[in-house]
């Protein structure tokens, strides 16, 4: 996909702008990416506006006849290359991909389902908001996905390192840069464990897969975070010796324990790290963990939709989970560390307050 000339897409971009479409499709979600009802799609005036919003927004192949002239020989050229279209005798199609627009970072990423390998959910866009890049920073974004946090911090940053072992999830953080103009992103299709750079990196910004996952129950990679959540995080804790400059940063998210090990989750962060972390960690929201509640439920219908199994035998797989962990409650969490001369951790929970919930 990266072979593609970046003008290509720039022109794709420039003629969405001039039709509209990101004027819809950031009213229809202002800042959320889940699937729901779309009640401005059947008033809108422009048939070939409507058009491009089913194409690029609803999963829809639209034939070329009912696409504005200008966008078609650009579709052309990118189905031709065999990036981000498809097509066929029944139109174009990006599906399972579709284009959302967020603080003005215009995203290619799948809808969010049980199948999904180029995420991009509301906690990325939470990660997105709270990112303090600064001028001149070499950032390294880990578990990159389709590039959201690269091309936020990209905008002021110096040097951006994206790491992303999915190839299919790097190649469209490829596009979605050249779309942005952001070109000079360097994507890295790698394993954590064995990145390394040349550079130390300003700031280190990581939205890591994050969901407790019962052992040896198949889930999709791009959120299974292993029995605890933080099978990921651990890797990236353990290396931020190898990564972080004397005086950086670092931002992370993540979903889990309210104990660790015995410990305190925001302590157990920074007994992980290596390196002494100024550490600030943020509890955005408190969930049951119990048959019935939200969280659980989700779980089972995660795992059922994802593993093959029945509702029955995912329920008692979360159940069992949560009795082996004495799990009752789940929290999600946005931590940000300073490199220090000793260990410090602070706190602030917003999880029992009315500002409480999913990264909120």
Known sequence: ???????????????????????????????????????????????????????FHGGARVPAERLPSALVPVLQDLAAAGVLVDRNEAGFSIAPLMLSRTLGIALFHERPSPRTRVYFGNESIALGLRLEPRHGDAVLDLCAGPGFQSLVAARTARRVVAVEINPVAASVLSCNAA??????????????????????????????????????????????????????TRVILSRLDRWMAPESRLQLIGFGFPWIDG???PSALGRLASVDLDLLVTVSGVFAYKPGAPAFEMMVESIAGYGGVDATEARERVGAHAEQQDLRLLLSFVARGERAASRRIRTVDFGRTPFGGWYA
């Not at 979600?29 to 506006?49: F, G, H, K, Q, T």
């Not at 992103?185 to 897969?209: G, H, K, Q, W």
């Not at 990679?221 to 959540?229: A, E, H, K, L, W």
């Open 179 to 232: 779309l942005n103009g952001l070109d000079d992103i360097v994507v890295r299709c790698t394993d954590l464990a064995s990145f390394e750079d040349e550079d130390r990196f300003d700031l280190v910004v990581a939205n890591p897969p994050l969901v407790p996952v019962p052992a040896g129950t198949p889930f999709p990679f791009v959120g299974d975070g292993g029995p605890d959540g933080l099978d990921v």
């Open 1 to 55: 996909m990266s072979d593609l000339p970046g003008d290509v897409l720039r022109r794709m971009r420039r003629e969405l702008e001039r039709i509209g479409y990101f004027a819809v499709v950031s009213s229809l979600y202002p800042v959320a990416v889940y699937d729901r009802p779309e009640p401005l799609r059947p008033s809108i005036s422009d048939p070939m506006l409507s058009s491009t919003v089913a194409l």
């Open 263 to 265: 410990e305190r989750l």
